[in-house]
């Protein structure tokens, strides 16, 4: 079993992910995780990411926003301006989303102070 650590909450954490080219900011709370998700188009996300590469993806606005719980449901948000549409033009760019979010619940599991242990990754 891990031990967490009591730390003051909100805590906010940057994950990048370079094989999908997204970096996260997770603001973690005690019963849930809120995360930014950002895919520049002038930053190259890579694996350790200097404090200005992460500011320099902050100003190009967020790509997609959700909250997951610490009983694994997920609310989220498309976000591209005032607008909630986001463009996609091959099949690839709809699994990397979902591949993005994927991983993003399981940040939360591993970030969420309160996380149903029971949960799997594999439930249905």
Same mark, same amino acid.
Not at 46 to 56: F, R
């Given at each position: 079993?891990? /031990?967490?650590?009591?730390?003051?909450l909100p805590q906010v954490v940057y994950r990048p992910f370079p094989d999908l080219h997204f970096l996260v900011r997770a603001e973690v709370h005690n019963d849930k995780v809120r995360f930014d998700i950002y895919r520049p188009d002038d930053t190259e996300v890579?694996?350790?990411?200097?404090?200005?590469?992460?500011?320099?993806?902050l100003t190009e606005?967020?790509?997609?926003?959700?909250?997951?719980?610490?009983?694994?449901?997920? /609310?989220f948000g498309i976000a591209d301006g005032n607008v909630n549409w986001r463009h996609c033009c091959v099949r690839k760019q709809l699994l990397e989303i979902g591949e993005i979010m994927a991983k993003c619940w399981d940040l939360a599991a591993e970030l969420c102070?309160?996380?149903?242990?029971?949960?799997?990754?594999?439930d249905d």
């Open positions: 079993m891990m /031990n967490r650590m009591k730390v003051p890579t694996a350790t990411m200097t404090p200005t590469q992460i500011g320099n993806c606005g967020t790509y997609l926003d959700m909250e997951i719980n610490n009983e694994g449901c997920s /609310n102070p309160t996380w149903d242990k029971t949960l799997s990754p594999d």
